[in-house]
């Protein structure tokens, strides 16, 4: 089945002005994220979705595909399913929503939920990794996940589940059930529409997490356990220590 990639960049954000325009190490954070998206093995087609002119002729100057998009979407979700909808769209059954703010995300990492989408084992997956600190563990902006033994999600949450009756959640431990969830998805395209389709369920209303729509609504969610990586540049301290990372990688 052909893939398609999709970046939504909005100009509008509450923490970083202009996020996806900001210079890191020479190029703008939606050019290094496009490049992460490129990397991902079997996706045969990476565009960036957008509602902004300044962020389309940037990413027509660094040779990326824009989608030009309404600027009333609440949510991502809403701008890639609009993407799909478009006659370009229409030849792709897999759909990958991949964050215009996630330079790190390993290529492997996207490729383990973009499998069983394709294989027809689950509507929509996406990833989890183990959490590494209390810091991550007690803050609300780390969102968890639980998941069955087969990896569906059973449950995100911005608190902290599962809870642990004896101390702390035990990060070392290998295929412990303390995850946190990395905001990437993929979708079959019927999985996409109907969630776009549907209206906001009363755990997303309370938990401000939109991935508890379909999964209220009873879509299989696939949860894939990958290694540790790089958070999405959410605040501006992000800017600094990502802009470090990205100085480091590209020195050796």
């Known amino acids: 089945m052909a893939v398609l990639c999709v970046l939504p960049a909005r100009i509008a954000s509450q923490r970083i002005p202009n996020k996806p325009l900001q210079m890191l190490a020479g190029r703008s954070l939606v050019e290094w994220s496009w490049r992460a998206a490129c990397e991902v093995p ?28 309404s600027a009333t979407h609440p949510s991502g979700t809403d701008r890639v399913a609009e993407v799909v909808r478009s006659s370009a769209g229409e030849a792709f059954e897999v759909i990958v929503n991949f964050q215009a703010d996630e330079p790190f995300l390993p290529p492997g990492h996207v490729a383990a939920a973009i499998g069983p989408v394709v294989d027809r084992t689950a509507d929509i997956a996406t990833l989890a990794t183990p959490f590494r600190s209390d810091e991550e563990w007690n803050s609300p902006a780390e969102v968890k996940v639980a998941r069955a033994v087969d990896g569906r999600a059973l449950y995100f949450s911005r608190a902290g589940i599962p809870w642990a009756e004896h101390g702390s959640p035990e990060y070392e431990a290998t295929g412990g059930p303390w995850l946190r969830h990395l905001g990437l998805y ?7 529409e109907r969630w776009v389709e549907l209206p906001p369920s009363r755990l997303e209303r309370l938990e401000r997490l939109e991935q508890l729509r379909p999964l209220e609504a009873g879509l299989h969610i696939h949860v894939s356990v990958v290694g540790p990586c790089e958070g999405a540049i959410e605040e ?15 020195s050796d």
């Open 186 to 192: 993929v979708y079959s395209r019927d999985a996409l």
């Open 236 to 250: 501006p301290d992000d800017l600094t220590w990502a802009e470090a990372l990205l100085l480091a990688r590209n």
């Open 42 to 69: 079997g996706v045969d087609a990476v565009w960036v979705a957008t509602d902004d002119d300044g962020i389309a002729e940037l990413v027509r100057g660094f040779g990326g595909t824009v989608v030009m998009t």
